[in-house]
T-cell receptor
Framework: GQNIDQPTEMTATEGAIVQINCTYQ??????LFWYQQHAGEAPTFLSY????GLEEKGRFSSFLSRSKGYSYLLLKELQMKDSASYLC????????????FGAGTRLAVHP | EAQVTQNPRYLITVTGKKLTVTCSQN?????MSWYRQDPGLGLRQIYY???????DKGDVPEGYKVSRKEKRNFPLILESPSPNQTSLYFC?????????????FGPGTRLTVL
């Protein structure tokens, strides 16, 4: 099967920058998503990468290297409300595109 | 307001008692799917549907059924629930078919099977 690996937990300080990494198997890759999920709530879309490089969207940026099977989500100027789980999800092709989620990275932002 | 709704939001039931979790979207999306979320495992796809009357198994379909008689509705059916189906369930929809567009998730249904 396709494994999506990301760290289980991270902590950071308010106002700082944090980078959450995600690695995946490259075979059949067809795009990568990042979602934010607050405890007990539904995931919400943050970013989508299908080509190599950096996609910037306000305080959040997402990077992709297809040859390395690697992505990261960069959060700048951290705020307390950024405390949440961040889910990396990879779309694979194979008859019909399927979205495989990593287990998520729980980020705690402290003062 | 564009949204995906699920009902019920919380359900406690007993082993073997058939139940249905409803999912409805008002965005005219063709693609809909069901996920379960368990600690340490992330979201796992149960079933998905590309359009009316077109459904297919995801990664963990055992013990579940779905139907897609109308575009807006995609109910999840547990014919004989068991304790290992205790989980948090999410319905999602997107357009066009295939998740190249962002998926919108429902608020979740927390199911406990005793």
């Amino acid at each position: 099967g396709q494994n999506i690996d990301q760290p289980t937990e991270m902590t950071a300080t308010e106002g700082a920058i944090v980078q959450i990494n995600c690695t995946y198997q490259t075979s059949g890759f067809n795009g990568l998503f990042w979602y934010q999920q607050h405890a007990g709530e539904a995931p919400t879309f943050l970013s989508y990468n299908v080509l190599d490089g950096l996609e910037e969207k306000g305080r959040f940026s997402s990077f992709l290297s297809r040859s390395k099977g690697y992505s990261y989500l960069l959060l700048k100027e951290l705020q307390m409300k950024d405390s949440a789980s961040y889910l990396c999800a990879v779309m694979f092709s194979g008859g019909y595109n399927k979205l495989i989620f990593g287990a998520g990275t729980r980020l705690a932002v402290h003062p | 307001e564009a949204q995906v709704t699920q009902n019920p939001r919380y359900l406690i039931t007993v082993t073997g008692k058939k139940l249905t979790v409803t999912c409805s979207q008002n965005m005219n999306h063709e693609y809909m799917s069901w996920y379960r979320q368990d600690p340490g495992l992330g979201l796992r796809q149960i079933y998905y549907s590309m359009n009316v009357e077109v459904t297919d198994k995801g990664d963990v379909p055992e013990g579940y059924k779905v139907s897609r008689k109308e575009k807006r509705n995609f109910p999840l059916i547990l014919e004989s629930p068991s304790p290992n189906q205790t989980s948090l369930y999410f319905c999602a929809s997107s357009s066009p078919p295939g998740p190249t567009d962002t998926q919108y998730f429902g608020p979740g249904t927390r199911l406990t099977v005793l």
